[in-house]
């Protein structure tokens, strides 16, 4: 029985290879006909509006605290553990490997000064 199988493969895989071979080469377009879209280009489009309803069920992956929408930069921020995750076309980027690591303001006159 094994026999009977290995030589059906043999034969349909052999079949198959002379069957791909026939297939006509479609025809590959060219790189630089093809109209490449960047990063920059997405900046000079208008953003879809974020929803700040979301913010009631969003919360961060890390901390499960809530966040903060700051408009100005199109953010969600944890202000505990001082990240922003990204919101792009209108969805909040919420992969922690992405966010941007932001700096805590820090007062300088209530902290105490070591003599």
Known sequence: MFRNVLGWLVTETAGVHRCVNNVPVIRRVAAASVPLRSFSDVKDEAQPPFDTSLLDFLVCPLSKK??????????????????????????????????????????????????
């Open 66 to 115: 809530p966040l903060r929408y700051e408009a100005k930069t199109n953010e969600l921020i944890n202000e505990e553990l001082g990240i922003a995750y990204p919101i792009v076309g209108g969805i909040p980027n919420m992969i922690p490997q992405e966010a941007r690591l932001i700096q805590k303001d820090t007062d300088t006159s209530t902290t105490p000064t070591q003599e």
